[in-house]
Each structure stands twice: as structure tokens, then as C-alpha cells.
């Protein structure tokens, strides 16, 4: 025998809708919104003025260190130069008539006077 529904059939089933619960309204979303924005923005702008602060710093810094580095500079220059001097005359104290500095007693650079001071060496010099 086939199964049959129950007599008076069966209960109905709930099918209706169940709508979620609202935590918050949407005037209240808006304003948490505008609060974190005027918030994030505040905390934006000590950021900035601190960083703004810093760089200022740092830019003092490098101006006041920049006559410093340029003498340390200057001075590896001329001890690069001196370096060069006594190496050409280490190598050249065999060949007769050389003098150090010179090409064969011709100056190097004959078109500049002799207060003449070149700019900054190659760095393959150092």
C-alpha cells in the first residue's frame, strides 16, 4: 500500500520572510562615517606638520654639514694628489731628465696658468 498524507494533510510550512535585525540606522552609519573621517583627518594633519618638522630639520642639517663634507672632500683630494706624486716618482726615478709632475720637463696642461685648480678628480683616480 502506497504511503498517503497524514488525515487533515500536513502543517503549513512558514515561508514568510524573516527580516534581520538592525543594530544601527543609517543617520547613525553617517555619522560613525563622518566622526572616523574628521578623526582620521586630525591625526592626517599632526602627522604631516610633524613629518613637515622633521624635513625641516634634516634640510637645516645638510646645510650645516655641507661645508664640512666639501673641506673632507678637498682634503682626500689632495692627499689623492700627493698619493699620485709619490707613486710617479717612484716609478719614474729611473728615467733620466723626468720630473715629477711634468711630461719630459713639459708641463702637463700648457694652455692654464699655474694657479690653475682642476675640478673634482675621476673617480678612477681614487
Known sequence: ???MPPEGGYSPFNVKRIPARTLLSGYKIFAGYGLISAFSMYMYALGYSRMKR??????????ALEPLLRAEKDRLYLKQLKKNFEEEKEVMKNVPGWKVGTYYGEPLYKTMSPNYQRGSPPWREY
Open 1 to 3: 500500500k502506497q504511503e
Open 54 to 63: 622633521l624635513d625641516l630639520e634634516q634640510y637645516d642639517g645638510d646645510i
